[in-house]
């Protein structure tokens, strides 16, 4: 492991970081739900009548960022690598996974540990190392 | 009020991730290849996060009730079991393919490319799976 300093961003990392902890204090303090983005989009798919105004909400917030970034004279282009295949598997595996662990990176890795939750712990181990291992599988053994 | 303040939180999530560079796969791929060049960005962010939440649960414990009145509603699940680990591992496969995860790709949906959104649509019909799944082993 070597770490390249010429893509390393300490600084925007932890402000962005403290600015996602902020999002989900929020949330929790104020509207009394976990800002578990896969619960909270999860929940739609079989909605009960008074619970999803709050869902749509929450989520239509991370749409518009784009958006408000535009207007501030910042657009945001993502390049994104994967071709449509990798990304249709990519999605089916993150949508099938993370409502079958009930949680992904916000709701086991950045909520579920704030409260030292056992079950988060060990959830956010697991798909980390996974996420290493295929990784490394897709990038030195397949080469792609 | 709770429409506008959930609004918000989103919003402030997704200027999180834009400013932490997380919403780019490339970034998040930088993090899980440690054999490679490694980012150590997404770890800090982690440690960001994972701060001001901790302040924010730690409040919680003491409180029923949110700002608004409302219960504020902690998962009470306590068991490891198979879905749990299934679940996390088949979650980590699929980030480690394209380096995208709930969050991110709901932003990158917003930029209005293809990509993102040919992945939120893969994303909506796993969990569209995990749901007839779970009927099919409730049943």
Known sequence: MN???????PWSALGGGVLIGLAAAVFLLVNGRIAGISGVL????QPRSGDVGWR???????????????????PQVVPIESGYGALILAGLLVGLGTRLGSGCTSGHGVCGISRLSPRSLVATALFMLAGFATTFVVRHLLGL | MPLFTALLAGVIFGVGLVVSGMIFP????????????????LGLVMVGAIAAGSIAFAI?????????????????NRQIDARLVV???LFGVGWGIAGLCPGPAL??????Q???????VALLLGMGLFEWLNRRLRA
């Open chain 1, 56 to 74: 749509l909400a929450f989520l239509i917030g991370l749409l518009v960022t784009p958006l408000l970034f535009m207007l501030a004279g910042r």
């Open chain 1, 42 to 45: 999860g929940g739609l798919l």
């Open chain 2, 26 to 41: 490339a970034k998040v791929l930088g993090f899980l290849d440690l054999a490679g060049h490694w980012d150590p960005s």
């Open chain 2, 60 to 76: 919680a414990r003491k409180r029923p009730r949110s700002a608004l009145g409302f219960e504020i509603k902690l998962p009470t």
């Open chain 1, 3 to 9: 770490i390249d300093w010429t893509v390393f961003t």
């Open chain 2, 114 to 120: 293809l990509k993102p959104a040919v992945f939120f």
């Open chain 2, 87 to 89: 679940g996390s591992l």
């Open chain 2, 107 to 112: 932003v990158d949906l917003g930029t209005g």
